[in-house]
């Protein structure tokens, strides 16, 4: 079945400095790939997607990747600040934002 | 804008009830999503439903079901509730429209846990 691989699972950086959250997606007809945060005791909350006839997106900070001969798409954040902490999700459908089968989620910690 | 409303917030069951979960989507959109999301398998599909049809199902058994009302409100129901069923269940919503953006609002979802 569809299966999205997300690594790694937790990730520490200091203030300042960059992090990249890799996935890996297996249905070859998936075309949209968002990335959601969730923060303590919310719902997931979208911060960027993409879509298959792009292969980068930026929105100030945060970037995405997509590779879709390797079937992976990245998410980098830079300048990463304490309000960033949170667990992220990536996720893969075949179709605009349903039925989205999502990662196990990275928990990032940015120490101030 | 009111965001996507989900109640009970919180409720404990014992093994062999039911349950039904409520969700109140953003006012205009007609698609209404479940997820489950548990510690071990993370946040999983449910279904969704489009205009009072369900358009999309997840590999979950027949003890999950759910209906969409006209007004878009939306409910889920489990029977026979198991153990494995405590999780927390989020509903989301959207335009549902192929024009619409494709991005999902979350409520805060509903925490069932069973004895």
């Known amino acids: 079945g569809e299966n999205v691989e997300q690594h790694p699972s937790t990730l520490s950086v200091q203030e300042g400095d960059s992090a990249v959250i890799k996935c890996t997606y297996s249905?070859?007809?998936?075309?949209?790939f968002p990335w959601y945060k969730q923060e303590l005791g919310k719902g997931p909350q979208l911060i960027i997607d993409?879509?298959?006839?792009?292969g980068e997106k930026k929105d100030q900070r945060i970037a995405v990747t997509l590779n879709k001969t390797a079937k992976h798409f990245s998410l980098h954040i830079t300048e990463t600040q304490p309000e960033d902490s949170a667990v992220y999700f990536c996720?893969?459908?075949?179709?605009?934002?349903?039925?989205?089968?999502f990662g196990a989620g990275t928990i990032l910690r940015v120490k101030s | 804008k009111a965001g996507v409303t989900q109640t009970p917030r919180y409720l404990i069951k014992t093994r062999g009830q039911q349950v039904t979960l409520s969700c109140s989507p953003i006012?205009?959109?007609?698609?209404v999503s479940w997820y489950q999301q548990t510690p071990g398998q993370g946040l999983q599909f449910l279904f969704e439903?489009?205009?009072?049809?369900?358009?999309n199902k997840g590999n979950f058994p027949g003890r999950f079901s759910g209906r969409q009302f006209s007004n878009s409100r939306s409910e889920m129901n489990v029977s026979t509730l198991e153990l494995g069923d405590s999780a927390l269940y989020l509903c989301a919503s959207s335009g549902g429209a192929v024009t619409s953006t494709g991005e999902l609002f979350f409520g805060e979802g509903s925490r069932l846990t069973v004895l």
């Open positions: 996720a893969a459908s075949r179709e605009y934002g349903n039925k989205l089968v």
């Open positions: 439903y489009f205009s009072e049809t369900q358009r």
């Open positions: 006012s205009g959109h007609r698609s």
């Open positions: 993409i879509r298959s006839n792009v």
């Open positions: 249905d070859s007809a998936s075309n949209y």
